[in-house]
């Protein structure tokens, strides 16, 4: 049976502005600082788009992971933070029940690399995006 992946995108997505304060860090991993946001705005749609255009390269890190464990399955629940440029700046799992770090990171890897549009407004977007995953 092939795995399958679901996608569903919380309708609890934070952001519709903002940039990080200058005193925040930038870099992409850690936990995700999402205290006193600029937000700016960005459609559901847009987010997952972009997130379904993807999919190839998350259903890769399940498929490693199955490899391993073929009864691996759960959910992964990823947190990131979408800067003014369409960068993703920061990211984390932000809850699991997939017991498997390797997918998690992985996953995580893949959302953090990827290119959105420029949020409406500047700012930032901050998306909490879940994946169900099951073989």
């Given at each position: 049976?092939?795995?399958?992946?679901?996608?569903?995108?919380?309708?609890?997505?934070?952001?519709?502005?903002?940039?990080?304060?200058?005193?925040?860090?930038?870099?992409?991993?850690?936990?995700?600082?999402?205290?006193?946001p600029i937000l700016g705005a960005l459609s559901s749609s847009d987010i997952?788009?972009?997130?379904?255009?993807?999919?190839?390269?998350?259903?890769?890190?399940?498929?490693?992971?199955?490899?391993?464990?073929?009864?691996?399955?759960?959910?992964?629940?990823?947190?990131?933070?979408?800067?003014?440029?369409?960068?993703?700046?920061?990211?984390?799992?932000?809850e699991s029940t997939l017991d498997s770090l390797d997918v998690e990171d992985?996953?995580?890897?893949?959302?953090?690399?990827?290119?959105?549009?420029?949020?409406?407004?500047?700012?930032?977007?901050?998306?909490?995006?879940?994946?169900?995953?099951?073989?």
């Open positions: 049976m092939k795995p399958t992946l679901s996608v569903l995108l919380l309708s609890s997505m934070l952001g519709c502005a903002g940039t990080t304060a200058p005193d925040q860090d930038d870099s992409i991993g850690g936990a995700v600082d999402d205290t006193n997952s788009d972009v997130v379904r255009e993807n999919t190839s390269s998350i259903k890769a890190c399940y498929e490693a992971g199955l490899a391993i464990d073929p009864e691996l399955s759960g959910r992964v629940e990823i947190k990131i933070v979408i800067g003014s440029t369409g960068a993703v700046t920061q990211g984390e799992v932000n992985c996953i995580l890897d893949v959302m953090t690399s990827l290119e959105f549009p420029e949020p409406e407004g500047g700012g930032i977007v901050i998306v909490t995006y879940p994946f169900v995953l099951a073989s």
